[in-house]
């Protein structure tokens, strides 16, 4: 019998959460601690958490499984945690994907190593398993969202300047210095909607403009692949910070984008195999209110004219137009070719593929529509890379140094076409 997170339990609990991604989550963990809840968001790694994660989970189980509850175990032992006051964290999509069944996965983790006493809170919007002590209602639904507005820009613009400032940190500093402040604003429920988040935007793209860079170019360089793997560095070896020090412009397609293809991915079920008419026009008509705000952060970057501008959702679902069905949606299905495609177009031709092992619709739906991808863009440079318990850097490394080394040949064909 799993352990209830109650009421009593939320005055004095400390609740882990993984990070999937530090941008984004150091703004969200906020909306936790601004609705009464004590957090800590996780930032162990090193060989311990996959050691763990394979102790406790059966090694069949997707990569991202392993490196989460791994990760969430880890902390519990060796974080200097009081055990008996934590609670864990951990989402729950109640779709095809295994994601769902992480929770279970976990509390039997929890078992294994006599620790079944911690409450594990499922964070999902399906009712699927509730607590007494913890609610998601519509404020907390509206600041993440917010968190994640500004953390897709501040990702963004962070990523084009970094690797051209003249003086080295100067992005992540400004990066750290608006995870504050806008913590701060919310922890006084302020800055998360209207006009006072427009004037956020504004200033967030004006102090990134303002930042002094170099005049180059650089290899560009996207990344897709499975959620967990694309954005966490835990999950892809610290990829981005790889890829930049090998002299790249990395671009990471916006988080909102997922969010945006989970809520569409409900009104084409409805057009599929039929339901509730109600509930696919109430999801248009949030999708429509959403599709508001990212226009706004799109504005935002387009008002320096130093940024390279990331198309809005509805026009990056057409680039996938006679690809792939937009039936599919297990393993990121079509939004995969879609966003292999848009970075094509908006000059990030060369792309890693973060692939984890375990997740078959993954490798379906990115290695196996590559060719389809590169059929319609030739431009396209894309590797494959796996992610296990088992693989090597060194091999994953120089699989990406070939990728790069091709690249290197276009860019010198582009600077010296004779």
């Given at each position: 019998?799993?352990?209830?997170?109650?009421?009593?339990?939320?005055k004095?609990?400390?609740?882990?959460?993984?990070?999937?991604?530090?941008?984004?989550?150091?703004?969200?963990?906020?909306?936790?601690?601004?609705?009464?809840?004590?957090?800590a968001?996780?930032?162990?790694?090193?060989?311990?958490?996959?050691?763990?994660?394979?102790?406790?989970?059966?090694?069949?189980?997707?990569?991202?499984?392993?490196?989460?509850?791994?990760?969430l175990?880890?902390?519990?032992?060796?974080?200097?945690?009081?055990?008996?006051?934590?609670?864990?964290a951990?989402?729950?999509?109640?779709?095809?994907?295994?994601?769902?069944?992480y929770?279970?996965?976990?509390?039997?983790?929890?078992?294994k190593?006599?620790?079944?006493?911690?409450?594990?809170?499922?964070?999902?919007?399906?009712?699927?398993?509730?607590?007494?002590?913890?609610?998601?209602?519509?404020?907390?639904?509206?600041?993440?969202?917010?968190?994640?507005?500004?953390?897709?820009?501040?990702?963004?613009l962070s990523?084009?300047?970094?690797?051209?400032?003249i003086?080295?940190?100067?992005?992540?500093?400004?990066?750290?210095?608006?995870?504050?402040?806008?913590?701060?604003?919310?922890?006084?429920?302020?800055?998360?909607?209207?006009?006072?988040?427009k004037?956020?935007?504004?200033?967030?793209?004006?102090?990134?403009?303002?930042?002094?860079?170099?005049?180059?170019?650089?290899?560009?360089?996207?990344?897709?692949?499975e959620?967990?793997?694309?954005?966490?560095?835990?999950?892809?070896?610290?990829?981005?910070?790889?890829?930049?020090?090998?002299?790249?412009?990395?671009?990471v397609?916006?988080?909102?984008?997922?969010?945006?293809?989970?809520?569409?991915?409900?009104?084409?079920?409805?057009?599929?195999?039929?339901?509730?008419?109600?509930?696919?026009?109430?999801?248009?008509?949030?999708?429509?209110?959403?599709f508001?705000?990212?226009?706004?952060?799109?504005?935002?970057?387009?008002?320096?004219?130093?940024?390279?501008?990331?198309?809005?959702?509805?026009?990056?679902?057409?680039?996938?137009?006679?690809?792939?069905?937009?039936?599919?949606?297990?393993?990121?299905?079509?939004?995969?070719?879609?966003?292999?495609?848009?970075?094509?177009?908006?000059?990030?031709?060369?792309?890693?593929?973060?692939?984890?092992?375990?997740?078959?619709?993954?490798?379906?739906?990115?290695?196996?529509?590559?060719?389809?991808?590169?059929?319609?863009?030739?431009?396209?440079?894309?590797?494959?890379?796996?992610?296990?318990?088992?693989?090597?850097?060194?091999?994953?490394?120089?699989?990406?140094?070939?990728?790069?080394?091709?690249?290197?040949?276009?860019?010198?064909?582009?600077?010296?076409?004779?």
């Amino acid at each position: 019998m799993s352990t209830v997170f109650t009421k009593a339990m939320r005055k004095d609990y400390t609740i882990l959460i993984p990070n999937m991604s530090p941008v984004h989550f150091n703004i969200a963990k906020e909306v936790f601690a601004n609705h009464g809840y004590k957090v800590a968001l996780l930032e162990n790694q090193g060989p311990n958490v996959i050691r763990e994660g394979l102790r406790y989970v059966h090694n069949d189980i997707c990569y991202p499984a392993q490196l989460v509850i791994g990760q969430l175990i880890d902390a519990v032992k060796n974080g200097n945690f009081d055990t008996h006051k934590v609670a864990l964290a951990i989402t729950q999509t109640g779709g095809g994907c295994r994601a769902s069944n992480y929770l279970f996965l976990l509390r039997k983790a929890l078992e294994k190593c006599q620790l079944s006493h911690i409450p594990v809170i499922s964070l999902n919007l399906k009712g699927m398993e509730k607590n007494p002590g913890f609610k998601l209602t519509f404020f907390m639904l509206l600041q993440a969202y917010s968190a994640f507005i500004y953390g897709d820009l501040l990702m963004a613009l962070s990523n084009q300047v970094r690797p051209y400032e003249i003086r080295k940190g100067e992005a992540d500093a400004l990066v750290a210095t608006w995870n504050r402040y806008l913590s701060e604003r919310f922890a006084h429920n302020k800055g998360y909607i209207g006009w006072a988040m427009k004037r956020n935007l504004n200033e967030i793209c004006k102090q990134f403009a303002a930042i002094p860079v170099r005049k180059e170019e650089k290899i560009k360089v996207g990344i897709v692949g499975e959620i967990y793997m694309k954005y966490s560095p835990l999950g892809n070896n610290n990829l981005q910070a790889y890829l930049e020090e090998q002299g790249c412009e990395v671009m990471v397609p916006s988080m909102m984008g997922f969010l945006y293809y989970g809520a569409d991915n409900a009104i084409t079920d409805k057009t599929y195999y039929g339901g509730r008419i109600l509930s696919s026009i109430v999801t248009q008509f949030i999708l429509r209110q959403l599709f508001k705000v990212e226009n706004m952060s799109r504005q935002a970057m387009q008002k320096s004219g130093k940024f390279n501008v990331p198309i809005p959702y509805s026009e990056m679902k057409q680039l996938n137009e006679g690809l792939i069905d937009y039936g599919v949606k297990m393993g990121e299905g079509w939004l995969l070719t879609a966003e292999m495609l848009d970075l094509v177009h908006a000059g990030y031709t060369n792309i890693v593929c973060t692939q984890p092992f375990g997740c078959l619709p993954n490798h379906i739906c990115a290695k196996g529509m590559i060719r389809a991808v590169t059929e319609r863009a030739p431009q396209a440079n894309i590797v494959p890379i796996d992610y296990d318990p088992s693989a090597t850097h060194v091999n994953q490394e120089n699989r990406i140094k070939l990728m790069l080394a091709i690249a290197k040949e276009h860019l010198d064909g582009k600077k010296n076409p004779e």
